[in-house]
């Protein structure tokens, strides 16, 4: 997939992109891998399962690290369209840095306003994606996005996300998909989503991607997460599934 110089220019100028990426087809496989992965018992694996606090009890809200354990995804995110267009974006020839699946499920929780550069860490570039594997609503909460304000890392609460008084002053865009269709989108460029009120579940996947030039740096990023959240359960701080508190759900171990 060749993006043209308009996809281009939008991107850089705002930060985001949205493009079809899947075709039906290829968006059913990609249903049934995100379903197979869901699947996996904790203990049997690598991969990294995190869970939600509901009124039905646990429910899983994320997977990570699962792209060494399924040939599929590893070939979607790592060696296929995905890794091209994040290469157009970004520049320069493109490796994953980090994957994910969210799994907003019927009254799953949100996200707060933020950017992810400030979880990521050893470089300071990274491109992401949301690949709608179900489509994405209002109702259901899809990401927003504010755009062109991509250019730095903005003041942060003591959660590592954006000021509460910034937020209150942007524009937050919201962007639905269709389930197949991606929405690119810079490191530092502001989202949020709101929680699940619909009675269905709603499944996202995430890669996120840095220019090869800086480094295949996969490994170390889920080594010093890993390393991070020890350092948490060992000083008794409250769970989590990621490195800022931007997830408004309560996760349980």
């Known amino acids: 997939m060749n993006l043209s110089a308009e996809q281009l220019e939008h991107f850089n100028y705002r930060g985001w992109l949205l493009v079809d990426t899947l075709s039906s087809e290829e968006t059913s496989e990609v249903q049934k891998w995100v379903a197979d992965i869901a699947s996996w018992a904790d203990e049997d694996g690598k991969w990294l ?110 959660k590592g996300c954006i000021d509460p008084t910034l937020v209150a002053t ?40 840095n220019a090869l030039r800086e480094g295949d740096l996969r490994s170390r990023y889920y080594e010093q997460k890993l390393k991070e959240f020890a350092e948490s359960k060992e000083n008794n701080e409250s769970v989590r599934v990621s490195l800022i508190g931007d997830f408004e759900g309560k996760p349980v171990r």
């Open 170 to 209: 942007f524009h937050w865009m919201k962007v639905q998909l269709r389930a197949g269709q991606t929405l690119w989108f810079h490191s530092r460029t502001p989202h949020r989503s709101g929680a699940n009120h619909s009675q269905k579940d709603r499944r996202a996947l995430y890669p996120t991607y």
């Open 49 to 158: 399962h995190y869970r939600e606090l509901t009124e039905y009890g646990p429910k899983l809200c994320r997977t990570e690290n699962f792209t060494p354990f399924h040939s599929g995804m590893h070939q979607l995110l790592c060696g296929g369209q995905m890794a091209v267009v994040a290469s157009q974006l970004l520049g320069s020839e493109a490796v994953l840095y980090k994957e994910k699946i969210n799994y907003k499920l019927a009254g799953g929780a949100g996200y707060s306003p933020h950017q992810d550069a400030p979880a990521y860490r050893f470089i300071e570039t990274h491109i992401s994606c949301m690949v709608a594997v179900d489509d994405a609503t209002e109702e259901n909460g899809c990401l927003e996005v504010v755009s062109g304000l991509h250019h730095e890392i903005l003041p942060m609460d003591t």
